[in-house]
């Protein structure tokens, strides 16, 4: 059998513990046999971060920028408990804020559905992906205690001086910001997005409250999707959606799914949690980060999986889900396949995915799914973290 080729290298972050193991096994047993892979390697396992000071980061940031796309495994942030146990000299900091601030990316996350896994509400029948905005408001806000009440104002650069209230006694005050730039560059991954998956975008805020903030989201969104995204969409047979949050809310669990949900910084930190719930499992979520130019970097939602790698390095069998990692090395081949014009590539990892989502719909999985399980007629197997990856090979 010849292998698929690769014109243009994929951006390859490797990353730590258990996730790391799954990464070699996912490549050795279900990527080098059927391509040539042409990817250009970051690692970034905590004691490479430590031994280059970081700068290995961004580089793979830069790398990213450069080739378009990159896939990557979850790493360590590190915590004073991590500082000791790899010696650190510093307590670096999370490499995806690194990545997401050099890009000024989006982070989109959908869940991958499988028949018997049902999501908690029963007529969500397609993904739901959240564009979370990661800039701003309460995430770099100022707050201060005032025991005594008093008056507090917002000053302007123009020398205006906003009462913002005369506490009559004991109470809390709090100011946040955002910026155009931030919100435009928000609005432009999503409407980029929904046009690479041909899925409609919904955006909502609470515009009917805070008249000058949260409508400065509304305003900015619709006057790029006019200016810059209405024909395509329109092309595509796509729609731009925008709704009170409230709205949005009762909207979404109303509905089948199959959409794109831009939400404010900490509207999508919340929404994402409990749609990954709904959805089952976070060992199901993969994640993709978006730049407002085009760029992408795919990975799991989840992280290390620290309490499985220590099992592991102990010798005791583990059954880690490899299945978030598997999509984002799909994901990130389908893009590269895309871009480049390789319809073979494309056509692999869409194959992957299908097969990887129908070993566990004939009841091969990985443990943390067993409980999950309900389908008529299959009785749910638990199998080992590699033994999944060996399963998935042999359906291939
Ligand atoms: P985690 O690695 O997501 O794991 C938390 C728990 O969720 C696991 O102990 C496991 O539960 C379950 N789980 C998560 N992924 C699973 C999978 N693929 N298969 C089976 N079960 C899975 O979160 P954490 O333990 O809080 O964090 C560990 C390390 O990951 C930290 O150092 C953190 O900084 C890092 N992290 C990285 C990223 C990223 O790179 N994107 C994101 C989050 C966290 P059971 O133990 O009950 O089986
Ligand atoms: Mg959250």
């Given at each position: 059998m010849?292998k698929i ?25 279900l990527l080098e046999p059927f391509i040539e ?311 692999f990892?869409?194959r992957l ?43 291939l």
């Amino acid at each position: 059998m010849t292998k698929i080729k690769m014109s243009v290298p994929l951006v390859e972050i490797d990353g730590d513990e258990m996730t790391r193991v799954l990464w070699k096994a996912i490549k050795e047993i279900l990527l080098e046999p059927f391509i040539e892979l042409n990817t250009e390697y970051y690692d970034l396992g905590l004691i490479e971060r430590e031994r280059t000071s970081d700068a290995v980061t961004l580089a793979a940031a830069e790398a990213i920028k450069k080739y378009g796309v990159g896939v990557k495994c979850a790493t360590i942030t590190p915590n004073a408990q991590r500082v000791e146990e790899y010696k650190l000299t510093k307590m670096w900091k999370s490499p995806n804020g690194t990545i997401r601030a050099a890009l000024d990316g989006t982070v989109f996350r959908h869940p991958v559905l499988v028949n018997g896994i049902k999501p908690l509400v029963p007529n969500w029948v397609k993904p739901i992906t959240i564009a979370r905005h990661a800039y701003g408001d309460v995430y770099s806000g100022v707050e201060a205690y005032l025991p005594e009440g008093g008056k507090v104002y917002l000053e302007l650069p123009n020398g205006e001086k906003k009462l913002i209230k005369d506490l009559p006694s004991a109470g809390i005050v709090q100011a946040v910001h955002n910026l155009d730039k931030s919100i435009e560059g928000f609005s432009r991954s999503c409407f980029n997005y929904a046009l690479s998956t041909k899925q409609d975008l919904w955006f909502s805020t609470k515009d009917t409250i805070s008249k000058t903030y949260d409508h400065r989201f509304k305003d900015i969104f619709a006057e790029i999707y006019e200016k810059e995204y209405k024909k395509e969409f329109e092309k595509a047979g796509i729609e731009y959606f925008y709704t009170l949050i409230d709205d949005a809310v009762a909207r979404v669990m109303r509905s089948k799914g199959g959409f794109i949900w831009a939400c404010k910084n900490y509207d999508g930190d919340v929404m994402s949690d409990m749609l990954a719930t709904a959805f089952g499992s976070l060992a199901m979520m993969t994640s993709v980060l978006v730049s407002p130019d085009g760029k992408y970097e795919y990975e799991a939602a989840h992280g290390t999986v620290t309490r499985h790698y220590y099992k592991h390095l102990k010798g005791e069998p583990t059954s880690t889900n490899s299945v978030a990692t598997i999509f984002a090395w799909t994901g990130a081949l389908k893009k590269r396949g895309e871009l480049d014009g390789n319809e073979e590539l494309q056509a692999f990892a869409e194959r992957l995915e299908k097969t990887t989502v129908s070993v566990i719909e004939s009841g091969t999985m990985t443990g943390d799914l067993v409980p999950l399980f309900d389908k008529e007629g299959v009785i749910p197997e638990k199998v080992g973290s590699i033994e999944f990856l060996e399963a998935i090979r042999k359906s291939l």
